[in-house]
C-alpha cells in the first residue's frame, strides 16, 4: 500500500478555500457594476423611432447631425399616421412640424422617456421661434405618474420565480411532473394576488389578460431556471441570479426605457423575461392590446427551453439507468422499469466510487474512510443522516476505502462512519446545490475502558 493511501489527503489550500468562497459574490459584483452603471448612468436616446409629419426641417436635420444615433425619423402622411404611430407602439414619439408643432409622445412607456424628448424637441422649437405642444396619447394611471408599477410588478413575479425553483431543487420526494404542476399552481397564485393587490391600491388596472402575462412571467423564469440547474450545477446560482437580476432589472425597461438604452442593453431587453413582461404589460393596460403578441411569445419561448432542458436531462437520466439495468442481476429489472427516471430527480444512491470515476451521474457527497496510521477502509459503513434524523442513505467503501453518494437534498446533513472494532466518527456538512462535498474520516480504535475494583458490601 503506497504512503498516499495510507494517510488522509492535506486540507484543501488557503487560496483554493478563498477562491471557492468569493467567486460568487466576486461575480455578482463585476455583473453589477458592468450591467447597472453602463445601462443606466446616463440615459440617452439611443436609435429611437420619430414619427414626423410635415416637412423635415432643417431644424431636425441639424439635430441628427448635432447627436447622430439618437434618432431614427420616418415620414408619415399627416398627424393623425403620426399619433396612431405612438399609439401603436411603433414609434416613441410623433412630430408634426409647421409654425405650431405638436409631439405626440406615451407616458406608459416611462415618464423618463416622455420627458427626455419633450425637452429635446421643446428646446428645438425653441431655438428656431416655434411654439410645440406636447400631446400624451397613452397617460398612466393616476397612482403610477412615472410608468414603472408594470416593472415593480414585473420584478416581484420573476424573481419570486427564480427563488421557487431553488426551493423546489430540495423537494427530492417530488418528481419532474410533481414539480411542474407546482410551478404551474404558485403561478397562478402569485399572478392573481399581485394583480388584485395592484388593482387595489390603483397601481394599474387589473384584467384576465394582464393576469395571463404574469402568469406566463413566473412560469418562464422558474421553468427555465429547472432545467438550467442539471446543467450548470455549482454556477447555477451565479447563472440564476445572472440571467434574472443583474440583466434583467437595468433592461427592464423601468430605471431607463428601452429607446434611452445603450444599444448593446436594447438587444438584451428584446430577449429578457421581465422586459418582454413589462412590454406586454404596458400594451394590454395602456396601449389597447398592442405589441403584446411578439412579448408574449417571448415568455412562452422561455417556458418551452426549460422543458426542453428537463426533458434533455430526464432522458440522460433514463439512458443512465437503461446501461445500469443491462448490468443488474435479472430479478432487480422488474424493480428498476417500474420507476420511470424521466419523471423524478433520482433521489439519494450510493455510487460506485472506484478510483474516484463515478460514471455519468455526479455524486454530491465523496471522502475515503481510514484507519488511523493503517491506511484506508475497506467495506467501512457510511451513512447519512438529514436534520430530523431520519438516515436518507446507507453505502460501503469500496477496496480503496473510497465511497460517493449523489441526490442528496440541499441543507445540514450528519454523514456518520464506522467499521468494525473502530469507533464511529460523525461530521455535520452543509449541502448546496450543484456542490460537491467532501467528508473524509479517520476511525480510530475505541478506548480500552480502565479496570475498577468495586469494593464487596
Known amino acids: 500500500m503506497t504512503a498516499e493511501a495510507s494517510q488522509a489527503p492535506p486540507p484543501p489550500g488557503a487560496c483554493r478555500t478563498l477562491a471557492e468562497a468569493l467567486w460568487f459574490p466576486a461575480a455578482l459584483f463585476l455583473g453589477f457594476l458592468f450591467c447597472f452603471a453602463p445601462a443606466l448612468h446616463s440615459p440617452t436616446p439611443h436609435h429611437t423611432k420619430i414619427a414626423v409629419a410635415g416637412a423635415k426641417t432643417q431644424a431636425i436635420e441639424g439635430l441628427q447631425r448635432l447627436h447622430p444615433g439618437w434618432f431614427d425619423i420616418t415620414s408619415v402622411p399627416d398627424a393623425a399616421q403620426a399619433r396612431l404611430a405612438v399609439h401603436d407602439r411603433e414609434a416613441a414619439a410623433g412630430l408634426v412640424t409647421g409654425d405650431d408643432e405638436v409631439l405626440y409622445v406615451a407616458g406608459a412607456n416611462g415618464a423618463v422617456l416622455s420627458q427626455k424628448l419633450s425637452t429635446v424637441f421643446t428646446t428645438l422649437a425653441d431655438e428656431h421661434g416655434r411654439t410645440l405642444t406636447v400631446v400624451d396619447v397613452a397617460p398612466t394611471a393616476h397612482d403610477d405618474p412615472m410608468g414603472t408599477s408594470t416593472v415593480y410588478l414585473g420584478i416581484a413575479w420573476s424573481v419570486p420565480g427564480y427563488i421557487l425553483a431553488t426551493t423546489l431543487l430540495r423537494a427530492t420526494a417530488f418528481d419532474r411532473r410533481r414539480k ?56 447555477f446560482p451565479a447563472v440564476g441570479m445572472g440571467l434574472f437580476i443583474v440583466l434583467s432589472i437595468p433592461t427592464s425597461g423601468g430605471p431607463a426605457p428601452a429607446p434611452l438604452l445603450p444599444a448593446v442593453f436594447q438587444y438584451v431587453h428584446t430577449v429578457m423575461p421581465l422586459a418582454n413582461a413589462v412590454d406586454a404589460l404596458r400594451g394590454i393596460v ?154 473524509d474520516f479517520t476511525l480510530l480504535a475505541p478506548p480500552v475502558p480502565s479496570a475498577l475494583t468495586v469494593p464487596r458490601t
Open 286 to 439: 395602456y396601449f389597447g392590446g398592442a405589441g403584446t403578441l411578439k412579448p408574449s411569445l417571448v415568455l412562452c419561448a422561455w417556458t418551452a427551453a426549460g422543458a426542453v432542458l428537463l426533458g434533455v436531462d430526464a432522458l440522460r437520466h433514463r439512458r443512465r439507468d437503461a446501461r445500469e439495468a443491462a448490468v443488474m442481476e435479472p430479478e432487480d429489472v422488474p424493480e428498476l422499469l417500474g420507476d420511470d427516471p424521466a419523471l423524478h430527480f433520482p433521489g439519494p444512491a450510493a455510487l460506485p466510487a472506484h478510483g474516484h470515476h463515478f460514471g455519468d451521474r455526479e455524486p454530491d457527497l465523496v471522502g475515503t474512510v481510514y484507519f488511523a496510521g493503517r491506511g484506508s477502509v475497506p467495506n467501512a459503513a457510511v451513512i447519512v443522516i438529514d436534520g430530523h434524523g431520519r438516515q436518507l442513505v446507507r453505502t460501503a467503501t469500496d477496496e480503496h476505502g473510497h465511497y460517493a453518494i449523489a441526490g442528496l437534498p440541499e441543507g445540514h446533513l450528519s454523514v456518520l462512519a464506522t467499521a468494525a472494532g473502530q469507533a464511529p466518527a460523525v461530521q455535520r456538512k452543509h449541502l448546496r446545490p450543484g456542490t460537491v462535498v467532501r467528508a
Open 180 to 235: 411542474f404542476l407546482a410551478v404551474l399552481g404558485v403561478s397562478a397564485a402569485f399572478s392573481i394576488v399581485g394583480s388584485s393587490v395592484a388593482g387595489a391600491l390603483g397601481y394599474l388596472p387589473v384584467s384576465p389578460s394582464s393576469l395571463g402575462i404574469a402568469f406566463l412571467l413566473t412560469t418562464a423564469v422558474a421553468t427555465t431556471s429547472l432545467g438550467l440547474a442539471p446543467f450548470t450545477r455549482q454556477f
